[in-house]
């Protein structure tokens, strides 16, 4: 599920998870969503590397319509970029091809290893109920079907409340959120 956008194919996931694990594509993303918006010449600058490994990596992430071409800003042969709003839901493991089961345990080990650092940073800066850095845990009884719902009204939230960085209002800062929900183990399944 790619939430308003059209549905991938095994190969196509395959290639996202390969490329959203990929380091440099990561710290390219990174800029344009903290920066809104380079060019390969910039990127090149800021992340060390050359002008012509920049270029190629932008227009592999264009192709997967993780970034777009800002048109009115590009010419000739500088062309400019900015990352388009992407949300996606990896399916069931047991329907994966191999090579994308293994592209996607890839991505997973390295966004746990981000998550890791991010729990323990948000617990560092926590300063109390009113702060920035918020942290909760919480448990409670669901039936699969309420907690189905509760992820749609998750989301649902999030469109609520959140903003691109386009239309972000003044004083808003870019915050980075997780959502776990995971089932104790049933004393039948032991």
Do not use: C
């Given at each position: ?6 549905e ?32 390969s ?16 990596h ?31 839901t ?101």
């Amino acid at each position: 599920m790619t939430d308003g956008m059209p549905e991938m194919t095994s190969l196509e996931r395959t290639a996202l998870y390969k490329s959203l694990g990929n380091p440099l594509r990561r710290r390219i993303l990174e800029y344009l969503g903290r920066h809104g918006e380079a060019n390969s010449t910039v990127l090149a600058r800021e992340l060390g590397e050359s002008s012509g490994t920049t270029s190629y990596h932008l227009r592999k992430l264009a192709e997967q319509r993780l970034i777009e071409e800002i048109p009115e800003k590009s010419g000739g042969r500088e062309r400019w970029w900015r990352s388009l709003p992407f949300r996606h839901t990896t399916p069931d493991p047991a329907a994966m091809t191999p090579d994308e089961y293994a592209a996607a345990a890839q991505l997973a080990h390295l966004k746990i290893e981000f998550d890791t650092a991010l729990y323990h940073r948000a617990h560092h800066e926590y300063r109390g109920p009113e702060g920035w850095a918020q942290v909760q845990r919480s448990g409670t009884w669901m039936t699969r079907e309420e907690l189905l719902a509760f992820m749609r009204d998750y989301h649902a939230l999030l469109d609520r409340y959140g903003h691109s960085r386009e239309e972000a209002p003044e004083g808003a800062r870019p915050i980075l959120m997780r959502y776990y929900a995971v089932p104790e183990p049933s004393e039948d399944r032991l």
